[in-house]
């Protein structure tokens, strides 16, 4: 094996040292919460093909397939038949085609042969070396899964390998930081049955379900989320030291920057973005509005950059709903919200130059009422844009959240303070379905709406959109 990449396949001296020794499940070892994505039972792995595993850096996209070739071991796929390789090491496409030729010749040949291509992204024009694989037939009864942490990118070049991906009907893998439910059921300090009936149950049932006791502690592993986002590195820091080190706020916000100086991007464009994004959090923009503001001559620039931010999964950007298609209205503002609290509270500290995040950054934003409902907002926005199309709607008022659900909208505001007028929804009259989520402990109604705690909105996001649960 070429030696740049044995550490990285210690299975194929033991399954014991590959556990003990390999660098991210060594690390995993070092942890009280330790997560296993539902991901690694999901995955059709008798089916050959080329498969897409996308997601933000650091977000444990390298762990996870580490912890899948420790699955397929455990399955009883012999370690010669798999290959793992690093592309932080990788020169160039042909480099990486020779690596994958030669290594490919060890794999025992009358099986599925497994291959993982790590962080595939650094190597310009990798799509030529899949290409010549798949047109040479040398991926023939071969699961090869690339992972990378622009997603745009990587689907965009996937498309010009037609008919090369295999016949499984899901090959496109997105990896997330935790869903709240997630979190909670990491965190086990509630019965998973209590969070199963809430996740599933009726709105009828919903409201008999709510346990005094069990629903204030819900909402402390909701202000626990609040400060750490669904980001395992800090969500394992804050339950060991009861702080999250400043060096794992700048992990995150240090690929970001560097991930942009790599596209040959300007760090002062960044930055000036990024401050007008935390400036105008929650609210409507457009990209002339934004550049006014800033020192970038052209709108496009500014675009450009929120696209690429995009699709590295560190913002979303949520567009206006046209009522009439049920489509985006291109016309009309639109909102940009971090996918995640900790991407957030990270970017913060960075255009801040704190150099004590958790005290200077986070706390004081789970104290300050417009930011922590800004956060919150952006907590619920994400988790219905993971798993359907997601818009806001403006009319004479403005409603936080609507998707599409059987041809209808299903419009979702957030209130995170402590009083909720009227006045306040008068948008939301339109709509008789809406649902509002509140501080509430208790499912009520306001104006005649359903209004839910809304941690147990988070958990009952699948039930709403009819789809089935991650």
């Known amino acids: 094996m070429d030696p740049r990449f044995s550490s990285h396949n210690l299975f194929r001296?033991?399954?014991?040292?590959?556990?003990?020794n390999d660098p991210q499940l060594r690390e995993l070892r070092r942890l009280s919460l330790v997560y296993k994505s539902p991901l690694l039972e999901k995955i059709a792995t008798t089916a050959p093909g080329i498969y897409t595993l996308t997601g933000g850096r650091q977000v444990g996209k390298t762990t996870f397939i580490k912890q899948f070739i420790h699955t397929l071991i455990k399955n009883r796929v012999a370690p010669e038949q798999i290959l793992f390789i690093s592309c932080e090491l990788i020169s160039d496409y042909r480099d990486l085609l020779a690596v994958v030729e030669t290594e490919l010749g060890s794999l025992e040949s009358d099986k599925t042969k497994y291959i993982f291509i790590d962080e595939i992204t650094y190597v310009a024009q990798w799509h030529r070396t899949l290409k010549h694989l798949a047109d040479t037939g040398e991926l023939e009864n071969t699961f090869v899964m690339i992972s990378g942490s622009d997603s745009t990118i990587i689907k965009d070049v996937v498309k010009q390998l037609p008919g090369r991906r295999g016949r499984s009907p899901i090959i496109d893998y997105q990896y997330y930081p935790l869903t709240f439910k997630r979190y909670v059921a990491l965190r086990d300090k509630l019965p998973n049955v209590w969070i199963d009936d809430i996740s599933t149950c009726s709105f009828v049932t919903l409201h008999d379900l709510l346990d005094q006791k069990k629903t204030e502690k819900?909402?402390?592993?909701?202000?626990?989320?609040?400060?750490?986002?669904?980001?395992l590195t800090a969500v394992n820091e804050l339950e060991r030291d009861g702080v999250i080190d400043y060096s794992t706020f700048r992990t995150y916000f240090d690929w970001i920057r560097g991930d942009f100086l790599k596209r040959n991007k300007s760090e002062t464009y960044l930055r000036e973005i990024i401050h007008a994004i935390i400036r105008r959090y929650g609210s409507q923009i457009t990209w002339n509005n934004l550049a006014a503001d800033l020192s970038i001559d052209h709108p496009a620039t500014v675009a450009d950059y929120i696209q690429i931010l995009g699709s590295m999964d560190v913002v979303i950007i949520l567009p206006a709903l046209r009522e009439d298609t049920f489509t985006a209205a291109p016309?009309?503002?639109?909102?940009?919200?971090?996918?995640?609290?900790?991407?957030?509270?990270?970017?913060?500290?960075?255009?801040?130059?704190?150099?004590?995040p958790y005290n200077e950054v986070v706390l004081p934003a789970m104290k300050n009422p417009d930011v922590a409902?800004?956060?919150v907002e952006a907590i619920a926005v994400n988790h219905f844009h993971r798993i359907t199309p997601t818009f806001y709607i403006k009319g004479k008022g403005e409603i936080d959240v609507a998707t599409i659900i059987d041809k209808n909208i299903q419009p979702v505001e957030i209130k995170w303070r402590s009083q909720i007028r009227k006045s306040d929804l008068k948008e939301m009259k339109r709509f008789p379905q809406g649902i509002i989520a509140s501080k509430s402990k208790y499912v009520t109604t306001i104006a005649n709406r359903r209004n839910l705690p809304l941690p147990v909105l988070l958990l009952r996001v699948h039930k709403m959109c009819k789809v089935e649960a991650d």
Do not use: C, N
């Open 13 to 20: 001296e033991s399954e014991t040292d590959f556990v003990q």
């Open 218 to 231: 819900l909402f402390e592993e909701f202000i626990s989320y609040r400060k750490t986002g669904g980001y």
């Open 331 to 356: 016309k009309k503002a639109k909102k940009v919200y971090f996918s995640d609290p900790f991407i957030h509270y990270a970017l913060v500290a960075w255009i801040s130059g704190s150099m004590d």
């Open 373 to 375: 409902s800004h956060v």
